[in-house]
């Protein structure tokens, strides 16, 4: 049987500096005036600015690390980049085009070339099917195999996930945690796709699970030229995975380096405090100390930096002014005032 190729020709063309995907300002707010209120009958619900004002792209092949602390807006940005949440200003381009305005097939194949890998499988499959069948729903529906050969497409991504085929007549609540992410994995492989956006992929699993899981993804990417993006806490896994890392703090980009230069030399301060959190095994002994205070709520964020309140270096132009990303060394932006005063 002929497996199709994780590439497509009417949507990939464009020369090899081309971004796969690029955000270009993009944001996402939640709540406000619905039909009733805009009719004068009652309240609008509070809005949330999720994500706000987000630019980034990514080449072929490449892994961008997401990092920041619960409520800062990772989860929300990885669900518009998958496709499953629109951008309420801004815009999403996949080489080169505007997400929006694609159409037709064009448009189709679009929307299957970024797939998502959830932080809890058990929630992000149908208990009621078979393992088999989870993975080879989506390709049938779209038309990439045809029902005759669907056993062996389906036991072909089985091996590329590391699942067991003979595992495929089992529901769900019959694997292990491992094999259901493996089997999440295998079903977003199997409308080939040419990225994956992995959100606390690996969080919930065993160490050494995790690890099994991470081993093989970075096997992925090369076997398949997979471009992905990864949210994690752990950012012990984000350095051992990543090409360039996006640090977020309540909505916005703080920092966006390489991912050498920014455990070397991170810029923002709380790129820094992250980093101090980071466990060492070089010997060097040094106090804990986490990131005082909390982080603002997103439904009243305070004015100027948001980081003000919690960053030991802010002064007056922090607390009125937001800072722009912008370049402190090749390839590394940073959005704080102090680079200002270098």
């Given at each position: 049987?002929?497996?199709?190729?994780?590439?497509?020709?009417?949507?990939?063309?464009?020369?090899?500096?081309?971004?796969?995907?690029?955000?270009?300002?993009?944001?996402?707010?939640?709540?406000?005036?619905?039909?009733?209120?805009?009719?004068?009958?009652?309240?609008?619900?509070?809005?949330?600015?999720?994500?706000?004002?987000?630019?980034?792209?990514?080449?072929?092949?490449?892994?961008?690390?997401?990092?920041?602390?619960?409520?800062?807006?990772?989860?929300?940005?990885?669900?518009?980049?998958?496709?499953?949440?629109?951008?309420?200003?801004?815009?999403?381009?996949?080489?080169?085009?505007?997400?929006?305005?694609?159409?037709?097939?064009?448009?189709?194949?679009?929307?299957?070339?970024?797939?998502?890998?959830?932080?809890?499988?058990?929630?992000?499959?149908?208990?009621?099917?078979?393992?088999?069948?989870?993975?080879?729903?989506?390709?049938?529906?779209?038309?990439?195999?045809?029902?005759?050969?669907?056993?062996?497409?389906?036991?072909?991504?089985?091996?590329?996930?590391?699942?067991?085929?003979?595992?495929?007549?089992?529901?769900?609540?019959?694997?292990?945690?491992?094999?259901?992410?493996?089997?999440?994995?295998?079903?977003?492989?199997?409308?080939v796709p040419e990225m994956l956006v992995c959100d606390e992929a690996v969080a919930a699993l065993d160490v050494s699970i995790q690890a099994q899981i991470l081993n093989m993804l970075m096997d992925l990417r090369e076997k398949l030229d997979l471009t992905s993006m990864f949210i994690s806490h752990d950012l012990g896994v984000i350095e051992h995975l990543s090409d360039r890392v996006v640090v977020m703090y309540l909505g916005r980009v703080v920092e966006n380096a390489e991912v050498a230069e920014l455990f070397e030399r991170p810029n923002h301060p709380y790129t820094r405090a992250l980093l101090e959190e980071l466990p060492r095994i070089d010997g060097e002994r040094r106090p804990f100390a986490a990131i005082e205070g909390e982080l603002p709520s997103p439904l009243n964020p305070p004015p100027g930096c948001a980081f003000h309140p919690r960053c030991p270096f802010a002064m007056e132009r922090c607390r009125r002014e937001a800072p722009a990303l912008l370049p402190v060394a090749s390839g590394h932006l940073s959005a704080c005032h102090l680079n200002d005063m270098a």
């Open positions: 049987m002929a497996i199709p190729e994780h590439r497509d020709a009417d949507i990939s063309s464009g020369s090899a500096e081309q971004f796969v995907i690029e955000l270009c300002g993009v944001s996402r707010s939640f709540g406000g005036p619905g039909a009733l209120e805009r009719l004068g009958l009652g309240r609008g619900s509070p809005v949330i600015h999720a994500v706000r004002d987000v630019s980034f792209g990514l080449r072929q092949g490449e892994v961008l690390g997401i990092v920041g602390e619960s409520g800062c807006g990772k989860s929300t940005l990885a669900r518009m980049v998958a496709g499953i949440l629109k951008p309420t200003a801004g815009e999403i381009r996949w080489h080169g085009k505007p997400l929006s305005s694609l159409r037709g097939r064009e448009g189709k194949a679009a929307r299957l070339k970024a797939q998502m890998v959830f932080q809890n499988p058990w929630s992000a499959m149908n208990p009621r099917l078979r393992a088999a069948e989870i993975v080879a729903e989506a390709p049938r529906i779209h038309g990439l195999i045809p029902r005759g050969e669907q056993d062996a497409y389906v036991a072909h991504h089985f091996l590329l996930a590391g699942l067991d085929p003979a595992l495929g007549d089992r529901y769900p609540h019959q694997l292990s945690g491992g094999q259901r992410q493996r089997l999440v994995i295998a079903r977003a492989l199997a409308v």
